[in-house]
């Protein structure tokens, strides 16, 4: 389940919030003027999400490696920027 909450309600509940999101897998959306800034999610959640990213990673450069020529400098070069682009995130 997904919760959006402001800052302030955070700030003064933390500790609910945490044992709830822990507990119960609640996502909690954190806003501030209307506007979503922050997440506090269940750790289980990103050792999965890490987990499966790192899983992608290996597939895709297994892929790399069976594509030879022209192809692969491409995917190459379209993997290398997918990964900036996720770095800045």
């Not at 897998?25 to 499966?52: F, K, N, Y």
């Not at 297994?62 to 996720?86: D, F, M, P, Y």
Request: proline share 1%; glycine share 4%; charged share 30%.
């Amino acid at each position: 389940m997904k919760e959006n909450i402001t800052a302030m309600y955070a700030r003064k509940n933390f500790g609910r919030l945490l044992d709830k999101t822990a507990l119960l897998g609640t996502t909690h959306i954190i806003e501030r003027a209307g506007r979503p800034m922050a997440a506090l999610v269940a750790i289980d959640d990103v050792q999965v999400t890490e987990s499966a990213a790192e899983d992608m990673q290996v597939a895709l450069e297994k892929l790399v490696n069976k594509i030879k020529g022209e192809k692969s400098k491409k995917l190459k070069k379209a993997i290398a920027e997918a990964r900036a682009v996720a770095a800045q995130l």
